[in-house]
């Protein structure tokens, strides 16, 4: 995929964001995000893969971790589809992002509310109080470290701890995905199941070492997660670790 310099933002005239100001654009980019996250079942893998590079493009920046290794199939695909961005901007992942949300989803509306950082929340099933989290909420709460809707989705949620969701993962799963070892810790101490296994037979410890987030791997490891469970193609934690230094760290 070729990288072109962004010289200007005409392609945001159909959205009505001022790319003067972040917090609009944020605000765009965190509803489609939440949207995605509703509808993922539904969308091809192809698209999936398309709109995680953006997102971590977006977050991230440019791709930081080494390419994993040729088994480790789920991996490889969105490293490489991450990498392919190479130096792009994370305001232009973003729009990017937010522009092809918009084309999957012509009839979202993405219009501002009166609040500005707090619109994700003020939107969502927890904030009205009338029914309880839906798992596109929890996935939120994880992903930018709020321990206090965490905890409070698993009082209310308590014989969900460790079920899958649609996308056959558990919330272990996504915090050890994106190395979020606050909330690792947090969900480890309310006893969830640390070698829970997802659709594909991967354990929190199969993301943490594919994606070389080591402090959550070292935290795992101290909690009994296992090394010698296998996935869906028969693949260790230790087989499918990003790079030598982490299989180091697994087979210690």
């Known amino acids: 995929m070729a990288n072109q310099a962004v010289d200007d933002y005409s392609d945001l005239i159909d959205l009505g964001i001022d790319v003067n100001e972040d917090d609009i654009l944020n605000n765009k980019f965190n509803k489609c995000v939440m949207h995605i996250q509703s509808i993922a079942g539904s969308l091809a893998n192809e698209t999936l893969l398309k709109l995680y590079a953006f997102y971590k493009q977006s977050n991230d920046g440019q791709c930081n971790i080494p390419k994993p290794s040729w088994y480790d199939m789920k991996g490889k695909a969105k490293w490489e589809a991450w990498i392919s961005l190479g130096n792009m901007s994370k305001n232009e992942a973003k729009i990017k992002y937010i522009n092809s949300v918009v084309e999957i989803c012509p009839d979202l509306s993405l219009e501002e ?132 230094s982490v299989k180091a760290m697994l087979t210690d």
Request: negative net charge.
């Open 113 to 244: 509310t009166q609040s500005k950082p707090e619109t994700w929340i003020k939107v969502s099933s927890m904030a009205q109080n009338d029914h309880s989290p839906s798992e596109k909420d929890i996935c939120d709460y994880i992903r930018s470290s709020d321990c206090k809707n965490v905890r409070e989705y698993l009082v209310v949620n308590s014989n969900c701890k460790n079920k899958l969701d649609k996308n056959g993962m558990g919330l272990l799963h996504y915090a050890s995905d994106i190395g979020n070892l606050k909330i690792l810790e947090l969900l480890a101490s309310e006893g969830l199941n640390i070698n829970l296994q997802d659709s594909d037979g991967q354990t929190p410890l199969h993301y943490a070492a594919s994606c070389g987030h080591i402090d959550c791997i070292k935290f795992l490891l101290s909690k009994g997660a296992r090394c010698d469970i296998t996935d869906a193609e028969n693949c260790t934690p230790i087989e499918v670790a990003c790079d030598d």
